[in-house]
């Protein structure tokens, strides 16, 4: 094979794919963090409590699901203004989607949740499973 033919035999774009991995996984931490929201996760003597923070979304685009050991809080929205004038027209969309799935400190009766979404807080309140009591029994 002659030298000028060498370039045939090695991928000029396997380094640019290198580059690129190596910047999404550098960058990825930063990435996630812009997809996510923080959720407060508390406990008192009778319920589990998670507080997510979820601002510029409405009501209607969050979506709670839960059973007795997890929570998932899915939010999307999808905007769009439209403004026009003589001269100009100007058309801005927006849209996001966001997901986090919490595992419960103790299980929780999902069939009785209490929630509340007021200035772009959403407040989940789920009343503890009864934990059964130890019963004591005598061997005979």
């Known amino acids: ?32 963090s812009f997809q996510s929201f923080p959720v407060d996760l508390t406990e008192t003597e009778k319920e589990v409590i998670a507080r997510a923070e979820l ?7 969050v979506h709670v699901e839960a059973t007795e050991k997890k929570i998932s809080i899915h939010a999307k929205r999808k905007e769009e203004k439209v403004e026009k004038d003589e001269d100009f027209y100007r058309r801005e969309r927006s849209s996001g989607e966001v997901k986090r799935v919490l595992d419960f400190p103790v299980d929780v009766k999902p069939e ?7 200035d ?9 499973k009864e934990v059964s009591k130890k019963k004591k029994f005598k061997l005979l």
Not at 13 to 26: G, N, P, V, W, Y
Request: net charge negative.
């Open 1 to 32: 094979m002659a030298e000028d033919d060498r370039w045939l035999e090695e991928n000029p774009f396997k380094s640019l794919r290198d580059i690129q991995k190596e910047f999404q996984k550098q960058f990825q931490p930063i990435w996630q």
């Open 55 to 61: 601002p510029g979304f409405k009501k209607e685009d």
């Open 120 to 128: 772009g807080i959403l407040e989940i309140k789920l009343p503890k």
């Open 112 to 118: 009785d949740p209490k929630l509340e979404f007021k």
